[in-house]
């Protein structure tokens, strides 16, 4: 792990102490996303995670520029990922790679976000001019993988993150979905290897649904450096609400001492 070159999300330090907690707002009008912001300021989290594909107005640009300005005066100096999912990850709606480029670069360059989510098997060519987008803006760039029906092998999750890291992603991450116990143990496996052997920025790792659950709170000890939780609407199969997540990494953290 001595390896690990943090990443700052804004003022969050990504790869040093304890996993970072990171919050999705999905709600699907500007007045929704903006009131989730306000009452997320009340709970105490590390990331916002704007999840874009939920907004019916995502494919308008100056609208979605216009609702994450709002976003970001509502949550002051907290940071903000953004994250457009696309159907065939797990999200909301499909989209063309162009409009995907344009969005993120023009999100990048708005100067409203803190980092952007970039789907790292959507075509290198498509990968690369994201993220070459985004670092032009000085935004860093988490490369993400997610399968919503199994549990690839453990020399494919760490050769999955190390294409993320290859292609130039600040944070990989990969969420999969087990089938059994030991496919939870297999995630958490690859985790560690890749975290002591190969990783050279910090990692986040889950695996998804109440098999997955204690995944999202040992993560630490693994080496995973961000996990998510809830405040209300979850964006992916389980998400533990935010507290409980708090007290349960705190236990973690103190035994990594």
Same mark, same amino acid.
């Given at each position: ?16 102490? #304890?996993?970072?907690?990171?919050? !999705? $707002?999905?709600?699907?009008? +500007? ?6 912001? /306000? &009452?997320? %300021? ?30 970001? #005066?509502?949550?002051?100096?907290? !940071? $903000?990922?953004?994250?457009? +999912? ?6 909301? /709606? &499909?989209? %063309? ?53 199994? %549990? ?106």
């Amino acid at each position: 792990m001595s390896n690990i070159k943090t990443v700052m999300l804004g003022k969050v330090e990504v790869g040093s102490g #304890a996993p970072k907690v990171i919050v !999705p $707002i999905v709600g699907k009008t +500007r007045e929704d996303i903006v009131a989730k912001g /306000k &009452e997320l %300021t009340q709970y105490t989290m590390d990331v916002v995670e704007w999840r874009v594909d939920f907004y019916d107005d995502v494919f308008d640009i100056p609208q979605v520029v216009e609702t994450g300005r709002q976003l970001r #005066a509502t949550l002051n100096d907290t !940071p $903000i990922l953004f994250t457009f +999912r696309t159907k065939k990850e797990g999200g909301e /709606k &499909e989209i %063309t790679m162009d409009a995907y480029t344009a969005l993120n670069k023009a999100m990048a360059e708005s100067g409203y976000v803190d980092a952007i989510d970039v789907e790292i098997f959507s075509g290198d060519d498509v990968v690369r001019k994201n993220i070459a987008n985004i670092h032009a803006a000085g935004i860093p760039v988490v490369g993400s993988n997610h399968d919503f029906f199994k %549990t690839p092998t453990k020399a494919d999750l760490i050769s999955r993150l190390c294409k993320m890291q290859d292609m130039g992603a600040d944070i990989p991450k990969i969420a999969v979905m087990p089938q059994s116990k030991s496919d939870v143990i297999v995630l958490l496996d690859a985790t560690s290897e890749m975290a002591e052997k190969y990783a050279t920025r910090p990692l986040i790792t889950m695996s998804m649904s109440k098999l997955g659950v204690i995944s999202r709170l040992v993560g630490e000890a693994f080496g995973s450096s961000m996990t998510f939780g809830a405040v209300g609407q979850v964006s992916a199969p389980g998400q533990i609400p935010v507290e409980k997540l708090q007290t349960a990494m705190a236990i973690v953290h103190e035994a990594q001492k």
